[in-house]
């Protein structure tokens, strides 16, 4: 990953002379709330570094919060997270960003009104240069390429997830948290996006991911774990996971979570 | 030909003004979603601030201009968005339109107060003097520097949003603020950026218009309106359309005061309209706008809730404001007494804010214009006394407001807002002025040259003549709305208003006719503020049509604002605050003051969007009437208050004070009342449901904030 010597001239950023170097990410104890009503109850996660893991649950579980307490978007009330062993915990989002925190929302992290090249244009705060970050883009996505300069709103749902895709592409994340990336997708789209994940995997950056779908990410993640109303019940290889799902699925029960008072 | 030519250059100038205030419009909301109302205000300062470097402290010209554009508008963007604008985000349309209006009257004030309004002040054009003489042609060189300034503006703009990462950040923050953090972006240096040049771009056209017009600030505030109109023809998003709706605007509007001023017949009803030209070209843009989409609900969580009344609560309520009426009109000397008689009309107008915006969502600032209508009725029509004229009164206004709101169906939010704004502005620069015309025969005179005379009516053998009978008599009509408004909100009726206002698509899928029930709540309001115009106008006995400009209008609703847009009671403060002599008693020198202080309270409508009442009296005033023995003690302390001041022992001040103190100590021992003895779930518990947070209100016994119907509340 030599890209980073493209870092284009925008003021020197703490990141910056940093190498692409693999880092790990850690959770301990991580609670939240929404006003009063804690969603997380002490999360304790550990994803190593340059590998890939799954978090699966079902809706409501809290999955999207726990992506959001590591991108900064949403405060912790109380725990700790690290990235490379730095504690992050607090910093605001945009800080994060350009520590290499590369997180896509639920739902195309893309800007409507915004065109595709515009929001490639958005992707440099990340610290790679408006030229790199488009030829990487168009290279892997020749799609967008042919609608450079089309508003995002116009693309397809798949076209706008390959747009959010492009951002953990060419930005030079060392962490990356996709959130339901295969929501309202064709099987096929979620594949190969995957792929593409699994390629950046390979590159060395270290993936969490959440899903309420679980085929597709379990056969690619190194590492898997359930969440049910905000604890993680189970952790483990993938295949032993899938056993676990069903009871969280159908029950709402699992083992070691305590009956919420719903 | 001649002639053409010199409108034509004009109004390209006068284009070129409405261009920069517009596009600096355009940025800020473009930029921050918020429609800043008090964008005119600001240049209006920066006018006063140059007249005051340019002629009281003779700086060079070019250096004072260079010093309000440059220095002190960015400096005061910079101040705006740190303390107000900043708290904007995630609240309601409502919630932004009426804090920028405080902070446009509250800037008002402010001039009012550094500079005397009474002094005569002109400002001459940047470049005076200079004229280019081509052919039979002289063209004032300020003209071509005006238009050339309108220019370089317009394609700096579009090279920032465009061309620039900032820009690119600035126009994303919009789409997505959470979004623009994530990519590294900070959120609040875009919104930050966006207000310093719309200041810096607002004072500009504030200096550069402030030739044209007198150096006073209302005029200058209300130019803004008709750069609304630019900004509406570009969609409030782009700059190169904004930039030639402006021209055209400036043509408009410059042949128009050309030529329509030349036509010998009808003149004197052509005067007033020519003003009116920038108003209703905003209108038709408006109506222009391809029809907005039903949005569903955002997917964030509101704030601003929406509260049940209980018959027991209203019929209290209602029973109290008569009882105090009755209470006042007694103690009360004579000339106070016959200016409290406003507190019912305005009060009323303030309530016909509640169904319409406070239950259905839909902002409307041409609710006092409205009231104007009813007044002019009921002057006409009541002349005998006849109580007749206020049925009149109601049904000539309902119908202008079913008029109205027929074209402003298709418009929600801010541009509904605007519609209605433009609605009030001719009113009140064209139609209120209109000189006597004969229609069938009778000679009509709307505004009877300037200023309404009333006769209160009589009812049978009730004459209704005289002060206290009157005001006892305004306080009953006022408490019968007060209930005929809960009862709208305890109905079926005010259910769907509600979730209408929450989600216009899921209102419709479920099978409402949402234009008709907007139609519907438009006309009742409408009846409402004609009413109240009715009584308003009877209550003074004369009042003049600047009683019902915008500018009056929109502090009614501000002070509904502060105090809670959809509960009944924000009518009764309205009233008693905007009509009630203890303001302009307690502080006579400074006639500003009742505007600053709604200004100042209505800016810190952001941090809690649902109103003074439902934050803190309601929870509180619950608490007392959980505890019989303390509301017994009250009444009995507020007796007692009362018999002291007709025993003389206190003179008025004394009793409104005395009484406040008493019903402040009720509520304060309310409150520890309820911590030793929860008459409920404790306040702190949690609830691990997973079907979302439990609902809450600033106020300190959240749980009792919202009732859900079905679940009818029960007190001990």
């Known amino acids: 990953m030599a890209a980073r010597e493209s870092v284009d001239g925008h003021g020197g950023s703490p990141t910056g002379a940093q190498p692409t170097a693999p880092a790990r990410l850690d959770l301990a104890g991580v609670r939240a709330a929404y006003d009063r009503v804690e969603v997380l109850h002490g999360i304790d996660l550990a994803v190593e570094a340059g590998s890939l893991a799954a978090v699966l649950g079902p809706n409501g579980a809290g999955k999207s919060t726990l992506l959001d307490v590591v991108a900064g978007i949403h405060p912790a009330s109380a725990g700790e997270v690290r990235v490379g062993g730095e504690a992050v915990t607090g910093m605001d989002p945009a800080r994060l960003a350009r520590l290499g925190v590369c997180s896509i929302p639920e739902g195309r992290g893309v800007f409507p009104n915004l065109t595709v090249r515009e929001n490639l244009w958005m992707v440099t705060y990340a610290g790679v240069g408006r030229r790199e970050v488009e030829d990487r883009a168009f290279d892997r996505f020749p799609q967008l390429a042919r609608r450079a300069n089309q508003a995002a709103g116009q693309l397809s749902g798949g076209e706008q997830q390959m747009l959010a895709m492009a951002r953990a592409l060419t930005s030079d994340p060392r962490v990356l948290l996709l959130d339901e990336l295969s929501m309202g997708l064709a099987p096929r789209i979620v594949e190969e996006l995957y792929q593409v994940v699994r390629g950046l995997v390979a590159a060395g950056i270290t993936v969490l991911c959440v899903e309420q779908f679980a085929p597709t990410v379990l056969a690619v993640a190194d590492v898997a774990a359930v969440m049910v109303q905000g604890r993680i019940t189970a952790v483990g290889r993938p295949s032993d996971i899938a056993a676990e799902l069903a009871a969280a699925y159908l029950g709402g029960g699992a083992k070691g979570d305590r009956a919420g008072g719903g | 030909m001649h002639a053409f030519v010199v409108y034509t250059i004009s109004g390209l100038a006068t284009g070129g003004i409405f261009a920069i205030t517009a596009s600096g419009l355009t940025l800020t909301y473009a930029t921050t979603g918020i429609f800043n109302f008090a964008h005119g205000a600001i240049g209006m300062i920066a006018a006063f601030a140059y007249w005051q470097l340019r002629t009281q402290w003779n700086m060079p010209t070019l250096l004072a201009f260079a010093v309000v554009v440059i220095v002190l508008a960015p400096l005061f963007g910079l101040g705006l968005e740190r303390a107000v604008m900043r708290r904007l985000q995630g609240t309601t349309e409502v919630t932004k339109i009426v804090v920028t209006v405080a902070v446009a009257l509250g800037l008002v004030s402010l001039a009012l107060w550094i500079w005397n309004p009474g002094t005569f002040r002109t400002i001459r054009p940047l470049w005076s003097g200079r004229v280019i003489v081509w052919g039979p042609v002289r063209i004032s060189w300020n003209d071509v520097a005006v238009l050339v300034l309108a220019g370089l503006v317009a394609g700096g703009l579009r090279i920032l949003l465009h061309s620039t990462r900032i820009g690119v950040a600035m126009r994303a923050t919009v789409d997505d603020p959470s979004l623009v953090a994530r990519n590294g972006s900070r959120a609040v240096v875009n919104a930050r950026v966006a207000w310093v040049i719309g200041a810096s771009l607002a004072a500009m056209a504030g200096i550069l218009v402030a030739p044209k017009l007198t150096l006073s600030p209302l ?498």
Do not use: K
């Open chain 2, 219 to 716: 005029p200058l505030t209300l130019v803004i309106i008709d750069a609304y109109a630019a900004a509406v023809i570009g969609r409030l998003r782009s700059v190169p359309m904004t930039f030639v709706g402006a021209l055209l605007l400036g043509l408009a509007n410059d042949y128009g005061i050309g030529y329509l001023t030349n036509i010998g017949a009808g003149q004197q009803y052509l005067q007033g309209f020519v003003a009116a030209i920038p108003v209703v070209v905003l209108f038709i843009a408006l109506l222009a706008m391809p029809t907005a989409r039903l949005r569903g609900a955002r997917l964030h969580r509101t704030t601003e809730l929406s509260y049940r009344p209980t018959w027991r609560g209203a019929l209290l309520l209602a029973a109290a404001v008569v009882v105090v009426a009755e209470m006042l009109s007694e103690v009360l000397s004579r000339g106070d007494l016959f200016h409290s008689t406003q507190i019912w009309g305005l009060g009323l107008i303030g309530l016909s804010f509640v169904p319409l915006v406070g239950f259905a969502g839909r902002i409307s600032l041409c609710q006092l214009s409205l009231g104007g209508i009813g007044a002019m009725v009921a002057a006409h029509l009541g002349a005998s006394g006849d109580p007749l004229a206020l049925v009149a009164a109601v049904v000539v206004t309902a119908a202008v407001g079913a008029v109205v709101a027929l074209p402003a169906l298709r418009l929600s939010g801010i541009y509904l807002a605007l519609s209605t704004a433009a609605f009030a502005v001719a009113l009140d620069r064209w139609i209120f002025g209109l000189p006597p015309f004969t229609v069938f025969g009778h000679q009509i005179s709307l505004f009877q040259g300037g200023s309404l005379q009333f006769t209160r009516p009589h009812l049978g053998p009730l004459h209704l003549g005289g002060d206290h009978a009157f005001f006892v008599a305004g306080s009953v009509v006022f408490a019968l709305c007060l209930l005929l408004v809960v009862g709208l909100r305890r109905s079926d009726t005010g259910q769907r208003l509600l979730a209408m206002r929450d989600s216009p698509a899921a209102s419709a899928t479920l099978g409402m006719n949402v234009r008709s029930a907007t139609l519907w709540v438009f006309t009742f309001s409408a009846g409402l503020a004609g009413l109240g115009g009715a009584l308003y106008g009877m209550g003074l006995q004369s009042v003049d049509a600047g009683r019902f400009d915008l500018f009056s209008g929109v502090t009614v609703l501000l002070a509904m604002v502060v105090a809670g847009i959809s509960t009944v009671g924000a009518a009764v403060f309205t009233g008693f605050f905007l009509g009630g002599p203890s303001l302009a008693n307690l502080f006579p020198t400074l006639t500003q003051l009742t505007a600053v202080a709604v200004a100042s309270a209505a800016v810190g409508v952001g941090r809690n969007p649902n109103g003074i009442i439902a934050a803190y009296l309601r929870p509180q005033w619950d608490a007392v009437v959980r505890a019989p023995r303390l509301l017994a003690g009250l009444l009995g302390g507020l007796a007692i208050a009362y018999a002291l001041r007709l025993g003389g022992v206190l003179d008025n001040w004394g009793w409104v004070v005395t009484s406040l103190v008493l019903i402040g100590s009720a509520l304060a021992i309310g409150q520890l009342v309820a911590a030793h003895h929860p008459a409920g779930p404790p306040p702190d518990v949690t609830h691990p449901t997973v079907d979302g947070p439990a609902e809450r209100l600033a106020g300190p016994v959240p749980d009792r904030a919202v009732e859900l119907p079905g679940a009818p509340r029960g007190r001990p």
